[in-house]
């Protein structure tokens, strides 16, 4: 009789596994979406030296691009338009220009970790520079005090 109560125990347990995994796998395809960044202008002087001002503020392509570059990559966690659900910042509120700038590179090019737990990966290596600055670029245009 133990046995039994145990492994209809353990079928219960796997079945709750099994149907807690489909939600999460739900949220979607977290892969980073490549972007096409081939309109703008290059980052002087190379693609690969990372600046800490962004080279595209009020460039309307820069910003086109920007926008659905966030949509495809950040949205998710970061909220549509930027307005954030309470998960991750609200990236709205994010200052404006140079001081601005400074926090979004470190961020968008180290992530976030704390006490071991990834809570945004790093992008710039995987978007790069141009796609960064295009998303900071839209980013102020939806800037809130």
Request: net charge negative.
């Amino acid at each position: 009789m133990k046995f039994t109560g145990r492994l209809a125990l353990c079928a219960a347990a796997g079945v709750f596994t099994l149907a807690g995994a489909t939600h999460l796998l739900a949220h979607g395809d977290v892969t980073p979406q490549p972007v096409d960044t081939t309109a703008l202008p290059d980052i002087q002087p190379n693609n690969d030296t990372w600046l800490q001002h962004n080279p595209y503020r009020g460039n309307a392509k820069a910003i086109e691009i920007g926008h659905h570059a966030y949509a495809q990559n950040c949205a998710r966690c970061h909220g549509i338009d930027a307005i954030s659900g309470g998960i991750a910042p609200d990236l709205r509120y994010l200052e404006l220009g140079d001081s601005g700038d400074e926090w979004f590179v470190q961020r968008y090019h180290h992530g976030s970790v704390r006490d071991g737990k990834v809570y945004m990966p790093p992008m710039g290596e995987i978007l790069g520079q141009k796609a960064g600055w295009a998303i900071r670029a839209w980013l102020e245009t939806v800037h809130e005090e």
